[in-house]
């Protein structure tokens, strides 16, 4: 019988000793135009095959310090406190809400979306006491109604998302909830997870305190280095908590210590991501913010024709139309999982259904960076409309499919 004693050689094989036989890796080549992850400029990944050097190495030190400056101009922010932290946008999200929310504080959220709801737990786990402003799903924040939730709570903190993915809602009026929200000293901390890089956003001009974002939407990057940036008055707050945030990893006041001046070990920050987001957002420099924002509605815009022309409607109204993730409604009698299914795997196309309020209800179309060009949105359109017609939907994607050829 074998025990800790019997040589290795001496073993029986069982499924744990032998080694796996696992194949190269050759994931399917798919075009993404789902909520995320977008399809990634080549240029990127081959930024990520470049060799690695250490994380304190000076040529590393230059490249964070382009990074921040890059990131800086993506954000429309002269904040110092501008960082890309090691994590998907969650953690940029929770290093925003953890740090900022102390034990005690209060947190405004909203309930238009599921990641609202993120928002809420987040600030649950970092012990302040979460309140809501209300708001359907598929509808934006009501300016009124954010003033009278902060004249009854009071709260710290008011965090809301910027471009809501679950629904496809983009929040409309930013400056005024942050002047509404300044005007009872509560920070404002905005989830702009789908809008950086795709959707205007102006972190100093809309007086946003602290914004954070992931790099798979609107950059077109890969997962695993996510943008977050803190005002002074933000940092303030962070440095001078009583208590120390709930997580070691996510501690501002000690990521200070690599991403600030003194560029001292925190931990091993990912290099090849850092890379990425590098190359990423000198593409965004290249094109310019603006332009950048431009091609995203042209791109969008030209989706939009096309479902609308085949006979599909957009769940939200037009002024709070999110670009960069197309809410369209399933039409009466489709399976939606069926269609997201055949897309997948007769073309390769990836797109996603509704998420909570709005499963079954619609499919989630981005047009994300690099995905928001003619040859992915002619693909889609001319997919979709084929494969619903295929399942029977009332739709005429003839129409559709020249709907968007007109705009592009
Ligand atoms: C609006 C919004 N916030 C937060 C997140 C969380 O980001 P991640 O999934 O990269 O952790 C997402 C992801 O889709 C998102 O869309």
Redesign the pocket.
Known sequence: MASEHTPMAQQPSTEATRAPSVGELTPPNRTLMG??PSDVNPRVLRAMSTPLVGHLDPAFIEIMDEVQELLRYTFRTDNQWTIPVS?????A?EAAIGNVVEPGDTMLVPTN?Y?GG?MASMAQRAGGKVVEVDAPWGEPLEPDDVADALAEHDPDVFGF?H????TGVLQPTVPELTAAAHDHDALVIA?S??SLGGVELRVDEWDIDVAYS?P??CLSCP?GA?PLTLSDEAMEKVLSREEDPRSWYLDLSLLEGYWGEERAYHHTAPITNVYALREALRLVAEEGIEARWERHLEMAGALKAGVEAMGLGLNPEDEYWLPSLNAVRVPDGVDDGAVIETLLENYDLEIASGLGDLEGEIFRIGCMGHSARPKNVTYLVNALGSVLEDEGADIDAAAGAEATAKKL
């Open positions: 909520p995320g994590g998907t946008g969650s953690a999200m979306g990641f993120r998302v471009a809501e993915t679950s989830d997870v789908t992931g798979q939407k997962p996510s």
